[in-house]
């Protein structure tokens, strides 16, 4: 089930990340609510911060030792403590060879799915899903945007007190 939102504009909500550990924080506060399923689709300009959130975010679900970018593998897999963690970096894929690859059977499973450069595979993503978007904007700090596709997901942004503004152009 999910909210009828117009395409011109949606509900997003944001977060100014001070420096790198706020950017921490909020990936932890967000790994507490993950359940099997979960697919977070991840955007933003090279050296956003993609790959250190996704770190972070694995960090929290249990996840020991080095998460790295998956860039030419694609996708790796991690055991957490709490749930399997599937990283992926699809940045080097058409829609086409992902969607070849099967990818989506990821989005169904018991893990939680972290995809970065998601735009580029939108229309294969699950219809609820979290889209976040990275922006840099000076040294450590970053705007995070989140746009909620799905009643569930905007309750977490609620529940995480994020700040909700209506705003145009956060694509998926």
Not at 44 to 57: I, P, S, V
Not at 90 to 113: M, Q, S
Not at 118 to 129: K, N, Y
């Amino acid at each position: 089930m999910h909210r009828n939102q117009s395409d011109d504009s949606r509900n997003i909500f944001v977060l100014e990340a001070e420096n790198e550990e706020h950017t921490v924080a909020f990936a932890g506060a967000l790994a507490k609510l993950a359940v099997p399923g979960t697919v977070l689709a991840v955007d933003g300009d090279l050296g956003a911060g993609k790959t250190r959130f996704a770190q972070a975010f694995a960090a929290a679900i249990g996840v020991r030792g080095i998460v790295n970018s998956p860039t030419y593998t694609i996708i790796k897999e991690y055991e957490g403590a709490s749930l399997p963690f599937y990283h992926m970096d699809v940045y080097r894929l058409t829609l086409e060879e992902a969607d070849e690859l099967g990818l989506d059977e990821y989005f169904h499973g018991d893990g939680v799915t972290l995809v970065e450069w998601a735009s580029i595979i939108a229309p294969i993503l699950p219809p609820e899903r979290l889209h976040i978007r990275l922006e840099a904007t000076g040294g450590q700090s970053r705007k995070i945007s989140c746009l909620p596709m799905g009643i569930e997901y905007e309750s977490w942004c609620r529940r995480l007190g994020l700040q909700q503004v209506e705003e145009e152009g956060l694509r998926q």
